[in-house]
């Protein structure tokens, strides 16, 4: 994978302050207040059976920060065994995310809008200060 970025002339301090910045722009967005959905949103959604199944599911849940972190970690500790700890915790994470989507729809009945709400925002935070960790080793790594 170092090739590759190397033959892109992208450094891995780079990487990480680009990862970090994607992983905290959705961190933040969770936090924060949206808007609803427009009334012809709303009417749309409205017509579709199930929406709970959509193609953007798997970028949001791998997607480029995620992605980035996996890149940064493994050029950040070369070595055999880190290398099969990650692979480890892409692997647990999997088997929980897995168990997530399957009994999230009871989990959210059991949760309410305002547990979910609330958890949202704990997770959103969490991300986003995942974020800022990944692009502040991505400053380091240029400044020294």
């Known amino acids: 994978m170092s ?40 009417d749309h959604a409205a017509t579709k059976q199930d929406v709970s199944f959509s193609p953007m599911a798997l970028p949001l849940i791998a997607g480029p920060g995620a992605i980035g972190v996996v890149i940064a970690l493994a050029a950040r500790n ?24 399957r009994w999230g729809t009871p989990l959210v009945d059991r949760l309410g809008p305002t547990g979910i709400g609330a ?14 960790e990944l692009a502040i080793h991505g400053v380091q790594g240029v400044a020294w």
């Open 78 to 101: 070369p070595g055999v065994a880190p290398r099969v700890g990650y692979v480890l915790a892409v692997l647990l994470i999997a088997l929980l995310v897995a168990v997530v989507l």
């Open 3 to 42: 090739e590759l970025l190397t033959a892109l002339g992208i450094t891995l301090p780079a990487l990480q302050i680009g990862g970090g910045l994607v992983v905290a722009h959705s961190g933040f967005g969770m936090i924060t207040a949206r808007q609803g959905l427009s009334k012809p949103e709303a």
């Open 119 to 132: 958890l949202t925002r704990v997770m959103g935070f969490l991300i986003l200060v995942i974020g800022v």
